[in-house]
């Protein structure tokens, strides 16, 4: 074998053939045998090419794994084979550049809406459910401040008062009821575990689907004691909480929810109070 090359130039040329996609069979692409030839040794079991393999398949069976379990909402909307190849599309772009596979999804909305040809023709659907399931992977780990509490906010008049939003809630507003598709492929996968025991044979799995809503869907994502939950927030509910995550004081934002609206003053004020003591409950109010 030749003479070694510097360690930064041998770095890269071992990432390089590592982050290649395996082929069809798994196996590493033939690309990464010159690679193997100049820079690996083999040993008494394994030739260069096979040990060099060994940590290619490694790299990417445990980037697909962690992908697939990130996005099965996505890949139960798409089929496996057109999930499968979205997964190696958008991984060869996006590979892991973090220290936690946590952020592997974090480009996959922006990759999926300059590729759409990866979700046709539930391009829509698609870019739904992986805004929600990027949102519950946020929900989950994102930091928690200090709750500010009843008595904080009172002190405050509300055309001056200033409200934080826990980094950890999410407010989307989607096309389809991703909220339901999630819980029913939650119970569709717990039965199919439970029938596993006494299947005879694996079946494929179904491709799922959902309507469109006549009318945005609000959503919260958000969670309790470390617990992911979704909840359904009417539009008023929604628009006074991006206002707030905007900046704007409380009167400002309750004035941005209303606007337009033909209900009464009495009747909004009552639908505040509610929402804010479910909000305080829940702890989603801090420091700006």
């Given amino acids: 074998m030749p003479a070694q090359p510097p360690l930064r130039e041998f770095q890269r040329a071992i990432t390089s053939a590592l982050f290649r996609p395996l082929k069809s069979d798994e196996g590493m692409r033939a690309a990464g045998a010159e690679v193997a030839e100049r820079?690996?040794?083999?040993?008494?079991?394994?030739?260069?090419?096979?040990?060099?393999?060994?940590?290619?398949?490694?790299?990417?069976?445990?980037?697909?794994?962690?992908?697939?379990?990130?996005?099965?909402?996505?890949?139960?909307?798409?089929?496996?084979?057109?999930?499968?190849?979205?997964?190696?599309?958008?991984?060869?772009?996006?590979?892991?550049?973090?220290?936690?596979?946590?952020?592997?999804?974090?480009?996959?909305?922006?990759?999926?809406?300059?590729?759409?040809?990866?979700?046709?023709?539930?391009v829509e659907l698609a870019l739904d459910v992986a805004r929600v399931e990027w949102a519950r992977a946020l929900a989950f780990d994102?930091?928690?401040?200090?709750?500010?509490?009843?008595k904080q906010i009172a002190r405050t008049p509300a055309d001056r008062l200033h409200l934080g939003l826990q980094p950890y809630l999410n407010l989307l507003e989607l096309h389809h009821p991703v909220d339901e598709l999630m819980r029913n492929l939650k119970r569709t996968e717990i039965a199919a575990v439970s029938n596993a025991v006494s299947a005879t044979h694996t079946r494929r799995r179904k491709v799922v689907t959902v309507r469109r809503s006549r009318t945005p869907v609000y959503l919260a994502i958000h969670r309790v004691n470390f617990s992911v939950y979704y909840k359904r927030l009417d539009p008023e509910a929604y628009q006074l909480l991006i206002a707030l995550r905007s900046g704007a004081t409380l009167d400002e934002a309750c004035a941005t929810a209303f606007a337009g609206s033909k209900e009464l003053p009495a009747q909004s004020a009552a639908r505040i109070q509610e929402w804010f003591a479910?909000?305080?409950?829940?702890g989603w109010f801090c420091k700006p």
Wanted: charged share 30%; no cysteine.
């Fill in 142 to 150: 994102d930091p928690e401040k200090p709750v500010f509490t009843a």
């Fill in 39 to 122: 820079l690996v040794k083999p040993n008494d079991r394994l030739t260069a090419f096979e040990r060099l393999q060994i940590y290619n398949q490694q790299y990417w069976w445990r980037l697909l794994g962690a992908f697939g379990e990130d996005f099965r909402g996505l890949r139960a909307v798409l089929g496996e084979r057109k999930f499968d190849k979205l997964a190696v599309a958008y991984l060869e772009a996006h590979g892991s550049r973090s220290w936690t596979l946590r952020n592997l999804g974090s480009h996959l909305v922006s990759f999926l809406e300059a590729h759409p040809e990866f979700v046709r023709p539930r």
């Fill in 278 to 282: 479910r909000w305080m409950e829940f």
